[in-house]
């Protein structure tokens, strides 16, 4: 059974950093994608980054040039830099991953739990 156990929000001032991580265990083939959505009450859940296998990354428009996203392949572990917060980046944060069970499961997306990220003064 695959796990993602995400780690790394907390309460941060405007203008700070903060670094979530994301951890993939289990009966893992193969990982395709890894990246981070939000929400926020009332919201549906949106896009943040995503990384593919390859490196190629992609970015939402609002957290461009502040976040950056990266992977280590070998740890099955995805990590999320957001640098310049703001407080409407406050929101649950969640991880995500688009991969393949060893055996004859078929890709499926598997969600971390959510790690809470508040921007306040």
């Known amino acids: 059974q695959v796990q993602l156990v995400e780690s790394g929000g907390g309460l941060v001032q405007p203008g700070g950093s903060l670094r979530l991580s994301c951890a993939a265990s289990g009966s893992i083939f193969r990982i395709y994608a890894m990246g981070w959505y939000r929400q926020t009450p009332g919201k549906q859940r949106e896009l943040v980054s995503v990384?593919?296998?390859?490196?190629?990354?992609n970015y939402a428009d609002s957290v461009k040039d502040r976040f950056t996203i990266s992977r280590d392949n070998a740890k099955n572990t995805v990590y999320l830099q957001m640098n310049s917060l703001k407080p409407e980046d406050t929101a649950v944060y969640y991880c995500?991953?688009?991969?393949?069970?060893?055996?004859?499961?078929?890709?499926?997306?598997?969600w971390g739990q959510g790690t809470q990220v508040t921007v306040s003064s």
């Open positions: 995500n991953a688009n991969l393949k069970e060893g055996g004859t499961r078929p890709i499926s997306d598997y």
């Open positions: 990384i593919i296998s390859g490196g190629d990354t």
